[in-house]
């Protein structure tokens, strides 16, 4: 069992740029792949980043060049640092760990970018 919390999520201006931390407990971090995704009003919840176990990295084309995802095991916690905000990149972000077929989400943050 893997319990997830994110935080950092908030207000920003276009351009603007959050840091999410999802912060993990339970069981060996090391261990699982973890990864961002999103879910904007009235849209399916999307994959943004993941991180393997390796420190190997996927990115959505629609973050490419803005979102960077890393992850430190001695903290038990994954980052998604976010540059170059825009409005469509507001959602509520949610972390996931998953160790083969079993994975475990947090409670989401909500990102909002707005003038």
């Known amino acids: 069992q893997v319990h997830l919390v994110e935080s950092g999520g908030g207000l920003v201006q276009p351009g603007g740029s959050l840091r999410l931390s999802c912060v993990a407990s339970?069981?060996?971090?090391?261990?699982?792949?973890m990864s961002w995704y999103r879910q904007a009003p009235g849209k399916e919840r999307e994959l943004v980043a993941l991180i393997s176990d390796g420190m190997n990295t996927y990115y959505a084309d629609s973050v490419k060049g803005r979102f960077i995802i890393s992850r430190d095991n001695a903290k038990n916690t994954v980052y998604l640092q976010m540059s170059s905000l825009k409005p469509e990149d507001t959602a509520v972000y949610y972390c996931?760990?998953?160790?083969?077929?079993?994975?475990?989400w947090g409670q989401g943050t909500q990102v909002t970018v707005s003038s």
């Open positions: 996931r760990a998953v160790l083969v077929s079993i994975g475990y």
């Open positions: 339970g069981s060996t971090f090391s261990n699982y792949a």
